[in-house]
């Protein structure tokens, strides 16, 4: 705890702590003291020494930018001298400075001009000199272009990129006035620059400016900004949007809020292009004679409510399922929940979670009674130690990754396991590289090592695991035969490295847990996590602040989509459908007959595929999914859909799976609607309107409710979205004290029951949610996989995202900045095997599995083993899950998109 302290400024007593900065402090008390180089997300640097004042005691002028406060300061911030050596410091600022503007950027010098009478050039003493020194423009990067004439060396980009982002990739190049920003060693497009712009956000004076739209609009002119939530992955960046007629026209991070505090990645502040583009859908089409034509919404909605009722009066209730998505809002997935449930009279409703994270949720909720991440997104930055395993986090979560690469600057440990290079081993102590799908072998020789060494937290073992040291004992006895050696011989991991990596882990002070989908995208998925979990409750890593487990989430609702109820087993709040007096609650809150909701578990995502395939399944109502292009293998999915009496997808954009459809609906983005979703660290963010929806694209909740009532099923009635979530409140208890008004500046994490609750940082503090209230041990044994690499198929393929593109590419492949950066696809190859087929880097290829082929060109590096390979999802011409598999994970469900065996040729 900071000390409170008082001190002085220009004879105004202001009470603070100690040790905070004195120009923040000064400015958050209405004192303007000037200042070009000072960020409060920055170190300070005196660059710019505009901030200059005097302190009693010291000598001369000093940089207030650079001091701290303590106790009795007494400041002089504004008298003759401070404003004389601003105006004059000012003048030589300008005499380096070209002083042209175009309006498209913030700039911080222009009102200071005003402020010291110099925006006239008759009143300045210093002559310019800008002209006369050798100038760089470099436009070469597709985000953004740098004019050093602009420059004033103040350092904000360089420690943006550094300290904010965690990149280093800003210099500066040559000597004295003629020193300039270098990304890398020459051209920005040829440097590691990634395209986030937070150098951009930051600079102070136009001279790192935006490049897109730049010559099309005016900041004068721009007609509003609005705070809203970053439609990608589960972060929750709050941003603000840029609206120019009608038209998003930029995208900046918005400061002082969590959980990004303005940071953004290249994809939330330049992949906005899709909202706007041409190919928006605009009307309701409906397929006639095997094409379609646009309809009207009553002749649409009819049919589909006509369709639903006569499946389901043939075939039963069990014959109709729905696709929810983790791409909408809370309120949306709520009322498609509730549609399914009441309406089709079933609960065969899921969606892409099943396909990411459902073995993790899946043993979460039996070992520690609750599938969410443990801890908040920042304390990725103050845990002493972070195992990171299958999780790519600087590509897929970018802005979490920036509080990893802060901590580590700050001297914490990372371990890093994936058997693919990622960027994150550029920063990681240890990088443990298992062969594909031997995680429990590894994480089972991980705890034999750290029970050998003693490393064992026999306090929490005793107090919060069920059957304490029992538990533990049966957990022992398995994993002795895990000794280094035996599971080397399995993994591929060096002995030595497992010791290291468990005494890191174990013996840490804190240790967090970031888990991915290559643990999760497996057929032995949950027993992977049954495993990771075993290892945090042997060290007692968890239910303390700054340690736990976290899955990040790779949509940006993906986990409140499955908290107001998108599942075929929970109702919201994740209460089981089979809580015969939860189901009384729900029913009577819709007013609806408890009789009528269905106490039977749903199909899951690949379970409603299978049905359909099997014609048990007849008609299918997707909302915002694409599973031609998300579930695994491919061929069969066509198949089932082609089998279907009837397919309605729900969408913005015609997909791969609507040219499948009878009917398609057009509906809004996430930059159209107001609303709410929860991110990866439980925080309830809100979505709020931006622009204006294309032609008759509708609400989807709006869609759902209009389709129930066709049907004959009366959903509720809600003026808008906070009507919905007030019901949401209501069913679901852990929202119970979350309103609008509460998440109107900035997100709430819950559970929060009561208007009076914070909200919870951190879970498991007291008690894990199991029904004992104790984390449950669940030993497991390392299983084979069933599919090997054979002669035929000789190379194991791994599949993953990429930092440049989104899932399946609806939105990010509509973007063309981000289409700059990665637009190919490509397989990644070991160089050894790449000799052996005789082929070279850029070939390409094609790649065959038992249940289909594509094409696609190869890259050859050492970033995966021998006899293993790696392939981004995103790219419809060479679709992945065209090799995948549909085996399942017999607890979760899930699919193995991380290990399908393939063999690769030159195409």
Not at 105 to 117: A, K, M, S
Not at 190 to 214: H, M, N, W, Y
Not at 294 to 308: G, M, N, P, Q, V
Not at 767 to 785: E, L
Request: glycine share 8%.
């Amino acid at each position: 705890m900071k000390k409170n302290i008082t001190i002085t400024i220009d004879g105004k007593t202001i009470e603070t702590q100690e040790g905070l900065n004195l120009l923040q402090v000064a400015r958050e008390n209405g004192i303007e003291i000037p200042g070009l180089c000072y960020h409060k997300k920055l170190s300070p640097t005196g660059a710019c020494r505009l901030c200059v004042v005097k302190v009693e005691g010291e000598r001369g002028l000093v940089m207030s930018c650079t001091l701290t406060t303590k106790d009795g300061m007494k400041v002089t911030a504004f008298d003759d001298e401070t404003e004389s050596n601003r105006k004059h410091t000012l003048e030589y600022l300008l005499s380096e400075h070209n002083e042209e503007f175009d309006d498209s950027y913030e700039d911080e010098l222009r009102p200071l001009l005003v402020q010291y009478n110099l925006d006239k050039k008759e009143n300045r003493t210093i002559k310019p000199i800008w002209e006369n020194i050798p100038q760089v423009i470099d436009d070469s990067s597709p985000v953004l272009t740098y004019d050093s004439s602009k420059c004033i060396k103040c350092f904000r980009c360089i420690k943006a990129c550094q300290e904010v982002q965690g990149k280093g990739v800003l210099d500066f190049a040559d000597r004295g006035i003629s020193k300039y920003i270098v990304a890398g060693y020459g051209e920005w497009k040829e440097s590691e620059c990634d395209g986030c712009g937070e150098c951009i956000q930051l600079c102070p004076t136009g001279a790192i400016v935006e490049k897109p739209f730049r010559g099309e609009f005016k900041l004068k002119d721009i007609d509003k900004k609005v705070i809203t939530t970053c439609p990608y992955c589960g972060v929750g960046c709050q941003t603000e949007v840029m609206v120019k007629d009608d038209k998003i026209v930029r995208i900046d991070g918005f400061e002082g809020v969590s959980p990004n505090d303005g940071r953004l990645c290249v994809k939330g502040r330049f992949g906005y292009q899709y909202a706007n583009h041409k190919k928006r859908l605009t009307h309701p089409l409906i397929k006639r004679n095997g094409k379609f034509e646009k309809a009207s919404w009553d002749e649409a909605l009819d049919l589909i409510a006509t369709k639903f009722n006569e499946i389901k009066e043939k075939y039963g209730k069990l014959s109709l399922a729905g696709y929810s998505s983790a791409k909408c809002s809370n309120e949306e997935n709520y009322i498609f929940q509730k549609f399914i449930r009441v309406a089709f009279g079933n609960n065969n409703i899921d969606y892409c979670t099943r396909l990411c994270h459902a073995s993790t949720v899946t043993a979460m909720l039996q070992q520690f009674g609750d599938g969410a991440g443990s801890n908040s997104i920042e304390d990725f930055e103050t845990t002493d130690c972070l195992f990171v395993i299958g999780n790519n986090i600087i590509e897929t979560h970018p802005i979490t990754a920036t509080y990893v690469k802060r901590g580590k600057a700050k001297g914490n440990k990372i371990i890093v396991v994936d058997p693919r290079w990622t960027p994150l081993v550029k920063y990681a102590d240890i990088w443990l590289q298992p062969r594909l799908a031997t995680d429990v072998a590894m994480l089972n020789g991980l705890v034999h090592i750290i029970i050998k060494n003693g490393w064992i937290d026999e306090d929490f073992i005793k107090n919060r695991v069920e059957d304490g040291l029992k538990a533990f004992d049966t957990l022992k006895d398995l994993t002795d035969k895990y000794t280094p050696e035996y599971t080397e011989k399995i993994t591929g991991i060096p002995a030595e490295k497992l010791h290291a990596a468990a005494e890191m882990y174990a013996t840490a002070p804190t240790a967090m847990i970031a888990t991915g989908m290559g643990m999760s995208q497996q057929t032995v998925g949950t027993n992977n996590v049954f495993s990771l979990i075993n290892m945090c409750l042997v060290t007692g890593q968890i239910g303390r602040e700054r340690a736990g487990l976290n899955p990040p989430r790779g949509q940006n609702n993906v986990q409140g989509a499955t908290y107001v109820g998108a599942s075929p087993v929970n109702y919201p709040g994740y209460i089981p459908i089979a809580n015969d007096e939860n189901r009384k609650k729900v029913a009577k809150i819709w007013n609806v007959a408890y009789e009528d909701l269905d106490a039977n578990k749903g199909l899951t995502t690949i379970e409603i595929m299978d049905a359909a395939y099997d014609e048990k399944v007849k008609g299918l109502y997707i909302m915002g999914e694409n599973p031609i292009i998300t579930d695994p293998n491919q061929n069969h999915t066509i198949e089932a859909l082609e089998k279907l009496d009837f397919l309605v997808v729900q969408d913005i954009f015609e997909t791969e799976t609507s040219y499948y459809a009878d009917v398609i609906l057009p509906a809004r983005s996430l930059f159209e609607k107001d609303g709410s979703v929860v991110n990866s660290d439980r925080r309830v963010l809100r979505l709020r309107k931006a622009i204006s929806e294309p032609g008759e694209a509708r609400l989807d909740w709006k869609i759902t409710i209009d389709i129930a009532k066709r049907m004959g099923f009366d959903l509720g009635n809600y003026n808008n979205e906070e009507d919905i979530w007030n019901e949401i409140r209501e069913v679901a208890p852990i929202f119970g004290g979350i309103t609008y008004e509460r998440i109107d500046h900035e997100g709430v994490q819950w559970p929060c029951y009561t208007l009076e609750d914070p909200g919870a940082r951190t879970l498991f503090l007291e008690k894990f949610n199991t029904p004992s209230g104790k984390a449950k041990i669940i030993p497991v044994d390392y299983q084979a996989q069933s599919e090997t690499a054979s002669e035929e198929y000789p190379i194991i393929m791994n599949s993953g995202r990429m930092l440049y593109q989104y899932h399946s590419s609806t939105l990010s492949r509509k973007s063309d900045i981000l289409n700059a950066y990665a637009n190919q696809s490509y397989v990644i190859m070991n160089p050894n095997d790449a000799k052996r087929l005789g082929i070279s880097d850029g070939d390409e290829v094609l790649v065959v599995s038992p249940r289909g082929s594509l094409k696609t060109h190869a890259m050859v590096r050492e970033e995966v083993l021998t006899g293993e390979a790696f392939m981004p999802w995103h790219f419809h011409e060479s679709p992945v899950n065209a090799l995948t598999r549909s085996e399942m994970d017999p607890k979760s469900k899930i699919a193995p998109f991380k290990y399908s065996a393939v063999r690769i040729e030159k195409a």
